[in-house]
């Protein structure tokens, strides 16, 4: 008996790209050649990770190319960023010990309104719209997590700490993750003040109801948006000197973002007269 291998009679066609998974063995052979040609092919699409799970047992096709899928478009840990000046969380900083998640009203997804006085922040609509996962687990959901997200004003000014706005609290809330790991806020886009990218401060923490003061956050990052979409958004009037300001930085020289930015920037769509659409992915290492 030699020790010769089993050759298996795939179509000359699917040849090449199975020599990249020949270590499988055997079982990954059979379990590929029992299957229907548009069935191999979509598995052989997946690459490593699509071979990979039919070895695993009995999981259906379909079943496995999505979790391949999901692993390969998986993202990376978001990294950790200071929370600023400003934060409002309940920590010492800026001189006081300011904590808005404490106060009635604040798990709420509109931002536009202070809680106090009823006044509302102008500027150009924004809806943010994050997505939380655990990167150890392939990028799944995240559900029932909460995010505290907090940033400036048109003029670049924070509500309660920059005098002109103290006694507000609007661009400031907390909202929870669906069951597919999502939660939208609605807001209108940041200013640029200077020597800052525009950006959105947020913390995340593992409830709602822990969501209380900054020592319960699980993360607490920084969202930067895209410099085209930022450009269109402060040739309206309510910005003021955020276009000078946006021009006397860049992302490559910003405290927070010049040591990489990447999987902080978010994907916005829409336009200045009709508001935008920021959408990012939040990795957790949980």
């Known amino acids: ?24 063995g055997l079982k990954a052979d059979l379990n590929m050649l029992s299957r229907a040609v548009v069935d191999r092919r979509r598995v052989l699409s997946l690459g490593m990770a ?17 979790l391949a899928q999901n692993a390969a ?13 400003y934060p409002a969380d309940g920590s010492r900083a800026s001189g006081q010990s300011t904590n808005v998640l404490t106060r009635s009203g604040i798990v709420r997804s509109d931002l536009h309104t202070s809680l106090g006085t009823k006044n ?17 687990k392939s990028c799944a959901p995240l559900a029932g997590y909460a ?43 940041p200013g640029c003040y200077a020597g800052r990218w525009p950006h959105v401060h947020f913390e995340v923490f593992p409830t709602v ?20 979409t930022c450009r269109a958004v402060y040739a309206t009037p309510a910005y003021g000197e955020s276009s000078r300001n946006l021009t006397g930085t860049s992302l490559e020289r910003d405290m927070v973002f010049r040591d990489g930015y990447a999987s902080q920037m978010a994907k916005v769509t829409g336009d200045a007269s009709k508001g935008y659409i920021a959408t990012i992915t939040v990795g957790l290492a949980r």
């Open 73 to 85: 478009s998986c993202v990376p840990a978001t990294p950790s960023e200071t929370a600023g000046p």
């Open 50 to 66: 699509g071979i990979a799970t039919l070895v695993a047992g009995s999981m259906g096709l379909s079943r496995a190319a999505a």
């Open 147 to 189: 995010v505290y997200a907090w940033h400036c004003t048109a003029d670049g000014q924070y509500s309660m700490y920059t005098s002109d706005v103290i006694g507000e609290d609007y661009l400031r809330g907390v909202q929870a993750t669906g069951k597919d790991g999502t939660l939208t806020f609605t807001t209108i886009f």
């Open 120 to 136: 509302k922040a102008a500027g150009v609509p924004l809806t943010l719209k994050m997505t939380l996962v655990d990167v150890n």
């Open 1 to 24: 008996m030699t020790d010769r291998p089993i050759i298996l009679p795939y179509p000359d066609d699917e040849h090449d790209q199975l020599d990249d998974f020949n270590d499988l």
């Open 209 to 228: 109801a822990s969501a209380t003061a900054a020592r319960s956050q699980v993360l607490t990052s920084q969202i930067a948006l895209p410099e085209t």
